[in-house]
């Protein structure tokens, strides 16, 4: 058995099904024994997208997601969706071809440092310097990628490793006595949060992706329902909690609902769950909760009291550590204060539904994507770009699963949603995957139109088109004295006629109705299809300005009751 | 308060472990004032011994995001009063004439330094302590002129039985 043999077999005793690729000149040796091998092999178009498809199918399926690039640039150009995969705390394993060892350090052809160049933002690393080690590191890999905070793990893989044959094929355990992520959770901790539980009048929690990682949302629906605390998310915590849920208020953050963003620092006791307070969560950190006590739930200790100090730190995995509040709990009864807030807020959330209903031309990105919300079933996967419409589909969308919503938070990968859905669908072949991109994301990585095509994937490619970059845009509007620099994307190409050259049908949406429509009998017909769809380019989401505190939201929605204001939500 | 916080790690003797530590303190915007690293008391272990300039928020940061690298084993912060620091230096000083290579010498003495090289107008000098006191003796010696000066940067470890 030769070294490409060999790490395809333990790939495949991991439970990988697929792999993400591009050949190039130093994994010619492992495509050659790929050719002989049932192992699926996805070919993108570009190697970044190998890692963005890697990404989507970690998230949309747990697994660890596996991408495959040459040495040199296919290594460099994974570098980004690395640098994702290491901020949203998603599990993947890149293997990169490297030059042979003896020449590694002599500026070889295609030569570059991965396993430094990735340092930073890889969660650990390999090379493989020896032929026996094959299995053992491919094991150790996987381990870490998706045991305690999941993250990427690059194993770079010289030439000749990949064409020597192995003495013998055996998995060891590589020994990381450095490695023990805390999972338990602290029963003494628990105890003295329950203590502050029963004693907060205005209890809230704050779930983030890490509900999702560890499967935690079942429990967090009990302790939420139980402690009578509404649930808001931060963009990663979408579908932690079902968003048609009354005591799910919806995201919190820059870009949140009005009665989220309003409340929250009327909270006396904010339990926030695997999520680590970016910036884009809590607004102004210093006047985030300042009349409240924090209880903070997270696997990853160097989240406790990196952005804001906590009263109770609790490490461990979010669904022991929720199990062990439940068990705690199980007699509890609420406090008649959390039951009032708790009912209040539930009400609230009711009262302030956002108009989404407008008829005009072009359409509103609030209408496009409530017809896209009106499309989709529970099981359907949505996966957005980044930007304005990434804000829109967050703010608009209620996700009732988890691992249904997938974007790129921390590190806001433009061109991450378009490879991401690839990666999701190939995962999850029976949920329909819907995209929803804008028309700069898109363009980034349009190419992988030939990767659906190819694999006949029956993907729902939305974009949201106005011509701008749009995010920016509403910034320089409304922070930069409309100083439009640089973010007019003029009107090349047309998004429908360069989804017919890939063979790919696609349909121009310019009335309200269609994009419902059409959506509905691509997910009927399974097969894949290009909606561009022209939207406002004006119509901008309400933000809280950077630096500002998080209720200080700049900008009015519209509500379906057209009395309310933004400021009667914090009453 | 920022002030400087002597860290003790220990690590797997592996290539790019160096790399992995130093690069996570530029990465997360802290400066590292001096580091030692050399084999430990565990066969494929390493020491590094870390001073960083920090407050004590940016501290716990520094030690929690250690922590998080596979190959770090184990970090102690190292409490000044009871742990022992120390200093190898070397200082190359002029000494021209009779007069000051006398009194170079005497400082020799009293600073339990031990003379390493000698030639017609220069002395070198190698000095172990605490880094106070290596600063003690550099400030004596300007006065005669320094040519070279070589610190390897404090090492420590804790007192008593205590990890």
Redesign the interface.
């Known amino acids: 058995m030769n070294g490409g043999e060999a790490i395809l077999k333990a790939l495949k005793e991991q439970g990988v099904d697929t792999i993400f690729g591009y050949p190039g000149g130093t994994v010619i040796p492992l495509y050659d024994s790929l050719y002989d091998d049932d192992l699926r092999h996805i070919l993108v178009r570009h190697e970044q997208c190998a890692v963005h498809a890697a990404e989507g199918y970690a998230r949309a399926s747990g697994k660890v997601g596996v991408c495959l690039a040459t040495s040199g640039p296919g290594a460099t150009n994974l570098i980004t969706g690395i640098a994702d995969a290491n901020m949203d705390s998603t599990p993947i394993v890149a293997i990169t071809g490297q030059v042979n060892l003896d020449a590694i350090g002599n500026d070889a052809f295609q030569e570059a440092d991965i396993i430094g160049i990735s340092m930073p933002i890889t969660k650990h690393s390999y090379q493989i310097n020896s032929l026996d080690s094959i299995p053992s590191i491919v094991k150790s890999s996987f381990d870490i990628a998706k045991t305690g905070r999941p993250g990427p793990v690059v194993i770079d893989f010289p030439k000749e490793m990949q064409e020597g044959e192995l003495s013998k094929y055996e998995t060891t355990l590589i020994e990381n006595p450095g490695y023990n992520p805390t999972l338990g959770g602290n029963i003494k901790q628990v105890k003295k949060a329950c203590e502050l539980i029963k004693q907060s009048k205005n209890p809230i929690i704050l779930a983030g992706g890490g509900i999702i990682i560890s499967g935690a949302n079942k429990e967090l629906e009990k302790f939420a329902k139980t402690i009578k605390a509404p649930v808001v998310t931060t963009l990663m915590g979408k579908g932690a909690v079902p968003e048609d849920e009354e005591y799910a208020l919806g995201m919190l953050g820059m870009h949140g609902r009005i009665v989220a963003n309003k409340n929250i620092n009327k909270s006396d006791l904010l339990i926030a769950i695997g999520c680590r307070f970016s910036d884009r969560t809590t607004g102004k950190i210093e006047e985030f909760i300042p009349n409240g006590k924090i209880i903070h739930i997270d696997v990853d200790p160097a989240e406790i009291g990196k952005n804001i100090d906590v009263d109770i730190p609790i490490v461990g995995d979010a669904l022991n550590v929720l199990k062990m509040f439940n068990n705690q709990l199980t007699k509890y009864q609420p406090n008649p204060n959390a039951v009032k807030w708790y009912d209040g807020l539930k009400n609230k959330k009711l009262k302030f539904n956002l108009k989404t209903d407008y008829d005009t031309n072009p359409l509103m990105p609030q209408t496009v994507i409530k017809e896209i919300s009106d499309s989709l079933t529970d099981d359907t996967i949505v996966v957005t770009d980044v930007g304005l419409h990434q804000m829109f589909a967050a703010h608009y969308l209620n996700v009732n699963k988890p691992r249904k919503f997938i974007s790129s938070g921390g590190l806001g990968t433009m061109g991450y949603g378009f490879p991401a859905a690839i990666g999701a669908k190939v995962a999850c072949e029976d949920d329909p995957v819907i995209a929803i991109c804008g028309d700069g994301g898109f363009l980034m990585v349009s190419q992988e139109l030939a990767t659906v095509q190819t694999y006949d994937l029956p993907l729902i490619i939305t974009i949201l088109d106005n011509r701008k970059l749009g995010m920016v845009y509403q910034w320089q509007n409304l922070l930069y004295n409309k100083r439009l620099s640089q973010t007019d994307l003029g009107t090349v190409p047309d998004f429908v006629k360069l989804a017919e050259s890939y063979g790919i049908n696609g349909v121009n949406i310019t009335k309200p109705g269609e994009t419902k429509e059409v959506i509905k009998k691509a997910i009927k017909d399974n097969e894949a299809i290009l909606l561009n769809i022209d939207i406002q380019k004006d119509e901008f989401l309400p933000m809280v300005p950077p630096g500002s505190a998080v209720e200080e939201v700049l900008g009015d929605y519209d509500f379906e009751d057209e009395s309310l204001t933004n400021e009667d939500a914090a009453k | 308060m920022f002030k400087n916080h002597t860290i003790s790690i220990l690590?797997?003797n592996k290539p790019?472990v160096l790399?992995?530590v130093t690069?996570?303190f530029t990465?997360r915007g802290f400066n590292i004032e001096s580091i030692t690293v050399g084999s430990s008391e565990v066969e494929n272990l390493a020491r590094m011994v870390i001073v960083v300039y920090a407050d004590l928020?940016g501290l716990?940061?520094v030690k929690?995001?250690l922590?998080?690298?596979?190959?770090?084993?184990?970090v102690i912060e190292l409490d000044p009063n009871s742990s022992v620091k120390r200093e190898l230096c070397l200082i190359k000083v002029k000494t021209n004439d009779a007069k000051a290579r006398t009194e170079v010498m005497q400082y020799t003495e009293v600073f339990r330094c031990n003379i390493v090289d000698v030639c017609d107008h220069a002395i070198t000098l190698e000095v172990i302590g605490h880094p106070n006191k290596i600063n003690a003796l550099i400030k004596l010696l300007k006065n005669y002129g320094i040519k070279k000066i070589a610190r390897t940067g404090p090492t420590a470890v804790s007192r008593g039985l205590v990890l």
């Open positions: 690590v797997e790019g790399q992995k690069g996570l990465r928020k716990e940061q929690k995001q922590n998080k690298l596979v190959d770090v084993i184990k």
